[in-house]
């Protein structure tokens, strides 16, 4: 029973280092490809991983779970190797420690369920790992009947100056133990933060290629796009367009990233939506079907637009339901929710229309090099994939920092919450 904790955290260490790796593999892979647009299924790691949530005082979750169980399993050892009152310290300590991550694991696990509609195994495999722990270190201490005196936890410098030689040696034991862990506990932290490092500097230079290059003539003339749905004044300062697909979840992140940007800067910016499913039933660029109601509901939209409802129908799939419940049923049956009329909608459905404008969107995508879901278009300026929400943030603030006379653009956030995607890219 000594030994089951040190299994037990030994496997959370494993776990812990395969999730660290997956959400820098999400957060910073795919640079050259562009960003990985999630599916809509129920389990699915890398969107848990790209959610606000994955990310606490600055580093990713995972992170702070691959520490927790660094020391847990010096913890563990300790209670294992040590004897009297230092181990019932060390096993209260693992108890109190299990019981506080148990409780956060209740929040993941609400986010998860609640607001990312996806659930990463992975983490549940952690969550698991934390109550067996919790209940193995809670039998351990009830065996124990000696007090809890926290100060055992500490090695006594007094024994290891003028205890015996059975004590100078289990304090030194104890001593050289804790040592051990939090060293490794240093080299995992300090292993992680560079690559973290290495991606915000990316992100960085890619905003800063981006200002340099509004410095020339803009690529592509908005005008363009005057056709498209819109939000905002037609003389704004910043001109957003973004190029999506409904069912793609990093699309759902720079839409949400653009309203929230749009409704801080009401008069100052316009949005502009394309369609661009990820499906070849619509795109025969696109080798796969890589989102099943992707072209359906590309056409609904147009159905939608069609009725002066395209921003409702836009926000309900964006901000009302979790990504994996966004499909042609969940539509169907929300359609007076959304503020459709079901049978006009119906009947555009089944016409040409949405189809003729839906190939006209992936056209124009591919005329201008638009190929990668999601891209975006500022004020003639592309960024096709490769963006942190964060970047489009500070692009977005730095241009209208600009015209009030500011040419620093607010800094970006050192950890954003928001995570980057590897994308299929399809050129």
Known sequence: MLALPVVLAGAGVVVCVYLVKSHLSVYGGGVTEGLFCGGAGLFDCDQVAAHESSWLLELPVAVWGLLFYVCLLGVSLCALLLRGGERKAFVTLGTTACTLALLYDLYLLFVMVAQIGTICLNCVATHVLNLLLLLSFWKLNRDLEEPVRWSRILPSWRLLRHGTD????????????????????????????????????????????????????????????????????????????LIGDFQCSFCRSLANTVEDLRREYPEDIRVVFVHSPLSSECNEAIPGNFHPDACWLAKAGVCAEAQGKFWDFHDYLFQEIPNRSVGKQSTLTKLTDIGLDEGEFLACMEGNGPTDRVAGDIALCSELGLTVTPSIVINGYAKRGSVFPWMLTQIVTGILSEDDGNSDPEPPPSSGGKSRRKETGHT
């Open 166 to 241: 059975t004590d100078y040696y289990r304090a030194l034991f104890q001593s050289g133990l804790m040592g051990v862990t939090l060293t490794v506990a240093a080299i995992c932290l300090v292993t992680v933060l560079e690559p973290l490092r290495e991606i915000r500097t990316y992100g960085q230079n890619e905003v800063a290629d981006f200002t340099r290059r509004m410095a020339s003539a803009p690529e592509i003339d908005m005008v363009r796009f005057d056709r498209h749905p819109s939000q905002g004044p037609t003389s704004a300062a910043v001109n957003v367009v």
